[in-house]
């Protein structure tokens, strides 16, 4: 029988890696904190941000296609996996931030960014403040933070609120849960496989695609107080988001919009509404986990676009 130590260490960044030929374990302090990546492929820079709640390793599914034509950075953002965990600096353009002093670090001095929830309101974030830097855009069900979020509804919609999201009527609760200190996390330390089971039955139309091995990998990460405070952190920063939205200028480089039937009606308003070259594709056949239900589909896109 495994001990504890050596299941996590089945988990950890360096074990991961064999799902990731070719690819390397990074560190680099930034912006005042400490950033874990992992790093594969050559050619033109590509940034990678996950979402919620996953890490780097959310990238599996199409790391080492993408690595084939790009040298791809896949992000632990601030907050998330290996990186650090600070009390503050949660808003999106703070983490953008982060992400540019990475760059500079780096010297990238344009990258194409590829942002999956919670990562894709990153890398919109990154494109409104460093335009000059930033080559292309791709976002998987995801937007900036905007005003709409202001309206959501504290109840669903009668006949709505079943075993799979509405992509009608989506409703998510976990947005207004999230925006709540201390108690998340003393609910769901060491008790998170909870509300990852119960996400991903949610927001996928086959969540058998997010494997044991997968849900695994996130329960080790986010089963910590300290995982589920910061990555709540992203959530209860959005009043700040919207602010900075308001300051914003439109975008002009290219950006392309993916999203799944939970939310492809949303990006096909929202992202024509601060950007002027968007492209917008509905993959409503998958989930919100697109690189798990959809990889090649996915893939197929984002070389296309990124070419």
């Known amino acids: 029988m495994q001990s504890t130590s050596e299941t996590l260490a089945a988990y950890s960044d360096e074990a991961l890696l064999a799902k990731f030929p070719g690819f390397t374990n990074h560190y680099a302090t930034v912006n005042g904190i400490r950033l874990h ?6 050619g033109q820079p590509l940034i990678c ?6 890490t780097w390793y959310s990238y599996h599914p199409v790391a080492s296609e993408l690595a084939r034509h ?3 950075i896949i992000l632990d953002i601030r907050g998330m996996g290996s990186s650090d ?3 503050a600096g949660y808003d999106k353009k703070t983490m953008a931030q982060d992400v540019y002093a990475l760059t500079q670090l780096l010297d990238l001095p344009s990258v194409s960014l590829l942002g999956h929830d919670i990562g894709g309101m990153v ?3 990154f494109a409104f403040n460093y335009p000059t830097a930033t080559h292309k855009v791709v976002l998987l069900d995801s937007g900036h933070p905007s005003e709409g979020m202001r309206y959501m509804s504290m109840l669903p919609a009668p006949g709505t609120f079943e075993a799979k999201m509405d992509g009608n009527n989506p409703y998510m609760w976990w947005m207004s849960f999230n925006q709540i200190k201390e108690l998340p996390e003393q609910l769901l330390a060491g008790r ?3 509300v990852l089971d119960w996400l991903f039955q949610y927001v ?3 969540e058998r695609h997010m494997t044991e091995f997968d849900r695994q990998v996130y329960a080790a990460m986010y089963n910590h107080a300290d995982s589920i405070r910061a990555a709540n952190g992203w959530y209860q920063a959005f009043n700040q988001d919207i602010e900075d939205m308001k300051t914003y200028s439109r975008l002009s480089m290219p950006i392309l919009g993916i999203g799944s039937y939970v939310a492809y009606n949303n990006m096909n308003m929202g992202l024509p509404a601060v950007a002027d070259n968007v492209e917008v594709l509905g993959f409503t056949d998958g989930g919100h986990y697109l690189f798990e239900e959809n990889p090649a589909q996915v893939l197929k896109a984002v070389l296309r676009f990124l070419q």
């Open 123 to 125: 890398a919109l974030s």
């Open 192 to 194: 998170f496989r909870y």
């Open 37 to 42: 990546y992992v790093e594969g492929g050559s």
């Open 70 to 72: 790009y040298r791809v």
């Open 85 to 87: 965990k600070p009390e």
């Open 204 to 206: 996928m139309i086959d």
């Open 49 to 54: 941000l996950p979402g919620w709640p996953q």
